[in-house]
């Protein structure tokens, strides 16, 4: 059976009995031996290692203690028992099984009757204490030894210890074989001991993913480095060796195996994601790490992998074309002869460079910007197919392409990126210039001598020597795929900034342009903090010297700041409805300027300007608590890395809510509104007012959140609440004498009245709405407007005056005098209405509606009259079958107008036009009842109209036309 023995630093499960066998595999010699001779016969197993294997069959179940140390690695770190099911009597164990066994902790099982410990010989022990042997047990049959140790300096001091102990109170002959063994092993052990880092600790010696990356060849993407056969590569920091190789030059140009090697690639890509651009490049997880982290700078075709969007309005296509020439590789000649073992004390380099592929790589990267009116998934699909189409378009003469107009002019809004490993005269920019170069690239590629390196094979140094530096373990898919997700989230936040920082209204505040530039400054400093804090920990997780948890440490610390994605967008999104409110607030008031404060002065030392009226955002500026949380982030330092463990966050940042912003609050909104709407009615009143100057501006005022209104008079803010003159209400007609009118005017509801203003004009064919007026002004409420036209209409409105300007026009009024009211024909019964339209203007079309009546006798019921300038008037009733439409265009004039009633005159019975036509003919489109009184002949005087009367009782009775 197995026997436990507890020492002060270590514990050791010896295993000493008849049917032990012991193993030894060495880089020269191999030994077996057993206590029992029908056991003597078997092979030894092909072990996978250099180690010292002790195994005790029980019950026809093999448990191996095993120390396993990948060759050609130092002494072993630790020991561990394995079960191992035998298939058969006399198996030995694999390779695969041994290797199975990769995790010892895992598979420390106990069958019944036996103990497993699991052991680790600790290099940290300073000093070797005497070893206290004790008396052997004669009387058990499977005997056991004890070791006492105060502390163990290394592995070769406890392989000593054991050789002493078992021969010299033990002498069996399997101990005095196992003694034999261990002397062998122990040349091996202390040749090592002395190349041990004296920092840290050997990895665990059952995980053989650590032995195959120090041994396994690395294939890695050259991405443009000056890479050649004999280059020393470090794969810790993904960094080539200048200067510094293995070999003489002249040696390295002996013996290299050159041979062709013709491939050609071409790819398209609508995604601009670094996997894609990645995988179109062949480059690794663990390169990829590297690049992100800034280890790698790339140059040539390679600087593809920097170019991104940046605009979120922008699409892209990316055209990838790939010519291989030449494979070389040094020789077995090379390997076996070093001119400068030295090198491999240096502990620079891990690998060398045994392969290099030759050839010439080019990507040509198309955009198209995507307009507000566009859309950007169309866009995207002509983008596509336009760029697949480039091998099929064939040139013609001078360059000229076979391309339809469409396709042209397709082609003329979408612009070129070339990267390439060749030189240009000019690199092509345009669609055009992209196509012509796509014929030339396989000429321009295939010449051998101006290939560069596209891939390159590296050699483990520690395969040559023992002693140079390895790899000793890579950074996990996981890991890299989640920095790739954190990288990619903050270019969609960059480019969202970009299209952002480029609205016009971010110059014309400066508030807001500080405040994107403290999120652009702090977001740029975090993303480099970010990824040389990344680049910082690759080489030494890599070396041994860190864990892998120390990069899950950053990446952690980057889940719980505040730059994260999620957070930042968030801050965007606000500062992005902060600006179109100030935009739907600021589009409305054409040909106002935004004046910064700054310049104010400027506009007050103008002498020809008495008044400024100033439309005041004054919650522009204020203190950003988001701002504040990333800046102090920033101070904090949190990705400081101390003895390969993370300095332990001191403070959560927490960031207030937004609510408190004025763009948040329903009420500042409101009053921003009637502000805006009192500032453009009276700088719209006032914009001929020369002396008075309307401009928009930014003030921090919190004593009036949202907006207000600033007064500067002779260059002195004189009123920061001013309160401009609304529209008044329509004046009163109080009395029509027909050669005056007496008139009640009314003041503002909103402003100061000083005193009032009455405009006037005569109602006339072609008169323009806002052209010759007639002015008077009066200081009361009561007016007289005398001297008119007793017989002509006119059109009469108000506005208010105050201390600055005047109010906007009030809605106008039309008295009719009696001799211009119009002639109606019909029926007297029914109430009496008059519509006016908004201007003076002709008839379009006239359309008739009638009621049928017994024995197919006819009367109009309605009408419905559209005038050129739009507007449709309904007259009567229209339900009921259409008699008749009658159409005028612009050439036509209404020439004369006659209406008929019916023979009792209770009702309209007909009505006809005469139209001159642009022709120079004459037509009289009518329609008209069977029973008809006297004809009425109307005075159509310039053919225009500008309202109708009518009587109505359910149906028309009566109508007339106003005629101008």
């Not at 001119?339 to 891990?350: G, N």
């Not at 197919?385 to 469409?406: A, H, Q, R, W, Y």
């Not at 940042?653 to 329903?666: H, L, R, Y």
Request: charge should be neutral; proline fraction near 5%; charged fraction near 25%.
């Amino acid at each position: 059976m197995l026997r436990d023995i507890q020492l002060s630093q270590v514990t050791v499960t010896f295993l000493v009995s008849r049917r032990v066998c012991v193993f030894l595999k060495t880089p020269s010699f191999q030994l077996f031996q057993s206590s029992h001779g029908q056991r003597g016969s078997h092979n030894p197993p092909p072990l996978p290692s250099l180690g010292l294997y002790l195994r005790e069959e029980v019950d026809d179940q093999t448990f191996l203690l095993r120390s396993d140390s990948s060759p050609p690695r130092s002494s072993p770190d630790s020991y561990e028992i394995i079960p191992w099911q035998i298939q058969s009597r006399g198996s030995s164990p694999s390779v695969a099984d041994l290797r199975a066994a990769s995790e010892p902790r895992a598979l420390l099982s106990e069958p019944e009757g036996i103990e497993t410990r699991f052991m680790n010989f600790r290099k940290d022990q300073t000093e070797k204490a005497p070893v206290e042997p004790l008396e052997p047990n004669h009387g058990e049959e499977e005997s056991s030894v004890e070791l006492r140790m105060e502390g163990v300096r290394s592995s070769a001091d406890c392989l000593v210890s054991l050789m002493a102990s078992a021969l010299m109170f033990l002498k069996q002959l399997s101990c005095i074989y196992c003694t034999l063994l261990c002397l062998g092993n122990l040349s091996s052990v202390n040749s090592k001991e002395d190349h041990r880092d004296a920092g840290g600790f050997q990895a665990d010696v059952g995980n053989p993913d650590i032995a195959t990356l120090a041994s396994d060849p690395v294939e890695v993407a050259a991405l443009g480095r000056p890479l050649f056969p004999g280059m020393l590569y470090d794969c810790r920091k993904d960094s080539f060796i200048p200067g510094v190789t293995l070999w003489e030059k002249k040696e390295l140009e002996v013996d290299v195996d050159t041979r062709p090697l013709p491939k050609t690639e071409l790819h398209f890509r609508a995604s601009d994601s670094l996997t894609t651009k990645s995988n179109l490049l062949d480059v690794s997880a663990s390169l990829k790490a590297s690049f992100l982290g800034g280890l790698v700078e790339v140059g040539g075709s390679a600087k593809f992998l920097r170019d991104s969007k940046s605009s979120q309005h922008q699409t892209r296509v990316t055209m990838y074309y790939s010519e291989s020439t030449r494979f070389e590789q040094l020789s077995m000649s090379h390997l076996g002869k070093i001119t400068y073992p030295q090198v491999f004390d240096q502990k620079t380099a891990t690998h060398v460079v045994t392969a290099v592929q030759y050839g010439a790589q080019v990507f040509m990267v198309f955009d198209r910007t995507v307009s507000g009116q566009e859309d950007k998934q169309e866009v995207e699909g002509e983008l596509n197919v336009m760029i697949n189409k480039i091998p099929l378009f064939s040139v013609e003469g001078k360059g000229s392409l076979k391309m339809t107009d469409d396709e042209k002019k397709l082609a003329e809004s979408i612009s070129c990126t070339f990267y390439g490993d060749i030189q240009l005269e000019q690199n092509p920019t345009t669609y055009l210039e992209a196509v012509e170069l796509y014929k030339k690239l396989p000429s321009l590629l295939k010449n051998s001598q101006k290939s560069v390196p596209i891939k390159v094979w590296l050699y483990p140094l520690y395969l040559l020597d023992t002693k140079a530096a390895q790899l000793e373990r890579d950074i996990s898919t996981s890991l890299v795929s989640n920095m790739v997700d954190i990288t990619e989230e903050l270019g969609e936040v960059e480019r969202s900034f970009n299209d952002l920082s480029r609205d016009s209204l971010v110059n014309a505040f400066s508030d807001i342009k500080e405040r994107l530039h403290s999120f652009q400054s702090s977001f740029r400093i975090y993303r480099s903090v970010f990824l040389k804090a990344v680049g910082r920990v690759l080489p030494s997780i890599r070396g041994g010297a860190m864990e892998e948890k120390s990069l899950e440490d950053i990446l952690n610390t980057h889940r719980s700041s505040p730059f994260t994605a999620t957070k930042l967008n968030q801050w965007l999104t606000e500062a992005k409805t902060e600006l179109q409110l100030l935009r739907s607030f600021t589009k409305t008031l054409v040909g106002i300027q935004i004046e910064d404060p700054a310049h104010l002065n400027s506009i007050f030392l103008d002498f020809g300007i008495d008044a400024v009226v100033c439309l005041t955002f004054t919650s522009l500026k204020y203190e950003d608590p988001s701002l504040s949380a990333l800046n102090e982030f920033l101070k904090s330092d949190k990705f400081q890395v101390q003895d390969g463990r993370k300095v332990p966050l001191q403070k959560r940042f927490v960031t207030e809510e937004s609510g408190s912003k004025w763009f948040n609050d329903p009420d500042v909104i409101l009053k921003m509104r009637e502000n805006l709407s009192l500032f453009k009615s009276f700088s719209e009143a006032n914009k001929v007012e020369k002396r008075i100057r309307f401009i928009i501006s930014a003030i921090a005022d919190p004593s009036s959140p949202g907006s207000s209104i600033y007064l500067y008079e002779k260059g002195k803010l004189t009123n920061k609440h001013f309160q401009p003159l609304s529209k008044p209400p329509p004046p009163q007609l109080t009395i029509d004498r027909g050669t005056s009118m007496s008139l009640k005017l009314q003041k503002s509801p909103v402003g100061e009245t000083v005193k009032f203003r009455v405009e006037y004009k005569q109602i006339k064919a072609g008169s323009a709405a806002d052209k010759d007026w007639a002015i008077k002004e009066s200081p009361h409420e009561a007016y007289t407007l005398d001297g008119l036209d007793a017989s002509k209409p006119y059109l009469i409105r108000a506005r208010t005056v105050g201390i600055v300007g005047v109010s906007e026009a009030s809605d106008t009024i039309s008295p009719i005098p009696l001799s211009a009211r119009p002639t109606i024909v019909g029926g007297a019964k029914g109430s009496e209405v008059t519509l006016r339209t908004s201007a003076i203007t002709t008839i379009r079309k006239f359309i008739i509606h009638h009621t049928n009546l017994y024995m197919g006798y006819h009367l109009v019921s309605g009408i419905q009259v559209v005038f050129s300038s739009g507007e449709r008037l309904k007259v009567g009733t229209i339900e009921g079958i259409t008699l008749q439409e009658m159409t005028f265009d612009d050439t036509d004039k209404i020439i004369g107008f006659t209406l008929w009633p019916t023979a009792d005159n209770n009702r309209l019975c007909g009505i006809e036009f005469k139209v001159a036509k642009g022709d120079g003919s004459v037509s009289a489109p009518s329609t008209k009842c069977a029973s008809m009184g006297q004809p009425t002949t109307i005075d159509v005087k310039s053919g225009r109209v500008y309202g109708v009367t009518f009587r109505n009782q359910n149906q028309l009775n009566a109508l007339g036309f106003y005629f101008i």
